[in-house]
């Protein structure tokens, strides 16, 4: 028998591969369907099969099922054409995912020693058969338990609606989802909202009660919408979907990652531990500083410091040393809130322009006309914060609700006065270090007189710090001045807004200053008062 055999059935044609074990027992395997003809596998096969031989991929047998009219058979309903003169949608899908269910998968079964359970099967694709995939996984799922859906066309019209009306998923059903940051930047229409409408997807199944078990979704800050990338991710998407949860060299590369970590410096009294978002989809990094002194009975106040990859390190530090002596701050937890990074970069730059900010307007372009990084994740990540890691902080560590703050820098500053605006009771106190106010045309300064407005009505209970270094930018200085400025008259309604410069800093170097200002803020004995 040859690793590659080209079938027919019913007219449909089909690629199926078998692994190289496949000839040597009588050993069953688990199968994958893949849309278009089995391109995605045809093209990295080689890469599979390196992976089989060192175990560190299940051996699968692959079947391509192709397709004349993907506009036809891979969408759920007829939709009207995105380009004038280019062909439109048929909405013939649910009529193909019944043929695969009830006519092709009986054939492949009949002929291959396959496992032909439902936890067996999987259904892979890329952009609309990545869609297609999804909807065979709701619709069939008796069939077909284990979803894969590279770069899937989440864009198509309806598919929110409709995902959100549907039933939950099965109670054994596996999805894995695959998206690229830079995934239709450069389109004008619908196909513009790939990412943001993908990690949707992943939030309403997870609402739905798919658990990050069953349920996970990779963003590459650089993917784009090519075949490269697709098939770049289909291994993984195996291995997710059928592979063990941790097979004997994964464990093994994980012990060696750990082991060469052990002499690199850490700091004390601190852990570190993984979180992923129900509502983005998105990993996170949670890096914590805990007091040696116990905590009083009330609890311990707790900062939450954006880019934790690049400030948590000085923050613990600074913590540490100032809390040590019985005239010195009152202790208190930082949690720094990063992101899993290789390069272990500072910033990863494409994962908090997205976190950071709200959605840019299509008029607002960088100063050398190049598009943004993916934008407009900002309300998720205060979600975040808000309904999955504060409570997550406060099951671990006693802490005091009544005293919790926010820090945030540069993009992390707007991000933080974006939060005093739009949940004003997460936090007590806001410490927006060098804010970048002119994001998205000023649209913090557009939204002020709205938050007054409403602040007038239900007054808080909030102090907030708006730190900046003399040396930075003129127009960076005017905007934080003309923040706080407007903030300023309303300490009778529970507001208490507070500017700091410091003459001789930069746009980095006043992060030092601004620790020590904002720890005496926040964790002093008796409320600091701010000279303004």
């Known amino acids: 028998m040859g690793r590659y055999q080209s079938l027919m059935q019913g007219g449909r044609k089909l690629l199926v591969y078998v692994p190289h074990s496949y000839t040597e027992g009588e050993r069953r395997y688990p199968v994958a369907y893949v849309q278009d003809g089995g391109e995605l596998f045809e093209q990295c096969i080689n890469y599979i099969d390196m992976l089989n031989r060192e175990g560190k991929l299940p051996e699968v ?124 930047i450069y389109k004008d229409g619908i196909q513009r909202h790939m990412v943001i409408n993908t990690i949707k997807t992943h939030r309403m199944l997870a609402e739905k009660g798919v658990g990050a078990d069953r349920l996970k979704l990779d963003i590459d800050p650089s993917g784009t919408h090519d075949d490269l990338f697709m098939t770049g991710r289909f291994a993984h998407a195996l291995r997710w979907l059928l592979g063990e949860e941790q097979s004997a060299s994964d464990k093994g590369d994980r012990l060696q990652a750990a082991a060469s970590t052990l002499s690199r410096y850490s700091v004390p009294g601190t852990e570190t531990f993984t979180m992923r978002s129900r509502y983005n989809g998105a990993g996170y990094r949670i890096m914590v500083s805990i007091p ?3 905590a009083p009975a009330e609890g311990y106040p707790v900062l939450y410091a954006l880019d934790g990859n690049a400030y948590f390190g000085s923050m613990a530090e600074a913590m540490r040393m100032q809390s040590r002596h019985p005239l010195g701050l009152a202790p208190g937890i930082i949690v720094g809130i990063g992101y899993d990074s ?84 997460t936090f007590r106190t806001y410490v927006a270090g060098s804010p970048s106010i002119w994001w998205n045309e000023q649209e913090l300064l557009i939204r002020l007189p709205a938050f007054i407005s409403q602040l007038v ?43 700091a410069c410091w003459e ?29």
Request: aromatic fraction near 12%; hydrophobic fraction near 35%.
């Open 61 to 184: 047998v692959l079947v391509g099922v192709a397709t004349s009219n993907r506009n036809l058979e891979y969408t759920p309903w007829e939709a009207q054409p995105l380009l004038s003169g280019k062909p439109g949608f048929g909405g013939g899908g649910r009529a193909y995912v019944d043929e695969l269910a009830d006519v092709i998968k009986p054939y492949v079964d009949g002929l291959y020693r396959t496992k032909p359970e439902a936890e067996h099967t999987a259904i892979i694709g890329g952009s609309l058969g990545g869609l297609i995939s999804l909807l065979a996984g709701m619709w069939r799922s008796e069939t077909f338990g284990r979803v894969g859906m590279l770069s899937a066309s989440m864009w198509f019209e309806g598919m929110l609606d409709y995902i959100a009306q549907a039933d939950a998923p099965a109670e054994a059903s596996r999805f894995y989802m695959s998206v690229g940051s830079q995934e239709g």
């Open 292 to 294: 040696v002194k116990p």
């Open 342 to 425: 290789e390069a272990e970069e500072p910033f990863v730059a494409d994962r908090r322009f997205y976190d950071y900010t709200t959605q840019s307007t299509p008029n607002f372009a960088r100063p050398d006309g190049t598009p943004w990084p993916t934008t407009g994740g900002a309300e998720f990540f205060l979600a975040f914060i808000e309904e999955e890691l504060k409570p997550e902080i406060e099951r671990r560590y006693p802490i005091d609700r009544s005293r919790q703050g926010l820090f945030g820098h540069s993009l992390g500053g707007y991000f933080t006065l974006y939060a005093l605006m739009h949940r004003p009771g």
């Open 457 to 499: 009505k239900y007054p808080i209970e909030a102090d907030v710090l708006i730190g900046i270094g003399g040396d930075e930018k003129p127009s960076m200085l005017d905007d934080a001045r003309s923040l706080y400025t407007q903030l300023r008259p309303f300490d009778g309604y529970g507001l208490r807004a507070s500017y």
């Open 504 to 532: 001789d800093e930069g746009h980095v170097s006043v992060i030092y200053p601004l620790i020590s200002r904002m720890y005496r803020m926040l964790f002093s004995k008796g409320r600091e008062t701010l000279c303004i």
